[in-house]
């Protein structure tokens, strides 16, 4: 009887060791992750005049020329239908250009930021805030009323 019992204990060591072998090699390949910048960083970039990232907002079209305007001539795609359009953003993957997604408060460019990033795209970043943040610091951009250039 012994026997059996040492055995079985041997037997379940194992399979639990394989399955958090398991486990941990299925999240390696998932520790890519967005970073979050704040508007202080973005408005940085934005003065930088560097063309190695590219803005996007992530609200509806009525957010986009709204109250709160919207961030230079960032393209509009919004969250709701980013499941359906994301493949228009690979563009800027290929270009080697960072993403850096917006919203209102920071709350649905987060959620696009994850889900670009569960897409395999990289160099994605999240404007803490929102427009809500930028306008607090720097007003209201200029030329918000443009519509977005891919509409």
């Not at 060791?17 to 934005?46: C, D, M, T």
Request: glycine share 6%.
């Amino acid at each position: 009887m012994k026997k059996h019992t040492g055995r079985n204990i041997f037997l379940v060591l194992v399979t639990l060791i394989a399955f958090v072998a398991i486990i941990y090699a299925s999240f390696q390949g998932k520790n890519a992750s967005y970073h979050n910048l704040s508007v202080q960083e973005v408005k940085q970039r934005i003065d930088s005049k560097k063309n190695d990232f590219v803005l996007i907002d992530v609200r509806t079209p009525q957010e986009y020329t709204g109250q709160l305007g919207h961030l230079g001539n960032a393209p509009l795609y919004p969250l709701q239908s980013l499941d359906t359009q994301y493949q228009n953003l690979k563009k800027y993957q290929q270009e080697d250009k960072d993403i850096i997604v917006y919203c209102r408060s920071g709350n649905r460019s987060r959620r696009a930021a994850e889900f670009l990033i569960d897409h395999g795209f990289k160099n994605i970043y999240n404007m803490e805030g929102g427009m809500r943040a930028w306008n607090a610091d720097y007003g209201r951009p200029a030329d918000s009323d443009n519509s977005p250039p891919n509409q």
